[in-house]
């Protein structure tokens, strides 16, 4: 059981960040292409959707009991914060 429990936190941290920063933010090739000169806004709504992300995992992983989840968070947020911070620079 503690697996299954996991590996659903695992997949719903993964998932809802891949969710929350496609929400949030144009692809990589767009914000590099197009929004160089508007970074303080990129910048905004990638602070947003790192904390909804992180806030997220930390909540599953409480209800869990399971810390994977709030792992996952961090490692997608870093992850993809490294990717738009280079297409931005």
């Not at 998932?15 to 496609?22: A, I």
């Not at 767009?30 to 929004?35: A, D, G, H």
């Amino acid at each position: 059981m503690a697996r299954i429990i996991t590996a659903l936190n695992v997949a719903l941290n993964a998932l809802f960040s891949d969710y929350v920063f496609s929400t949030f933010l144009s692809s990589p090739l767009t914000v590099e292409s197009l929004y160089k000169e508007n970074k303080g806004t990129v910048m905004k709504y990638l602070y947003l959707a790192s904390s909804l992300s992180a806030l997220f995992g930390l909540v599953l992983s409480l209800l869990f009991r399971n810390w994977w989840g709030l792992v996952t968070a961090i490692v997608m947020i870093t992850v993809i914060d490294i990717i738009y911070l280079y297409a931005l620079s």
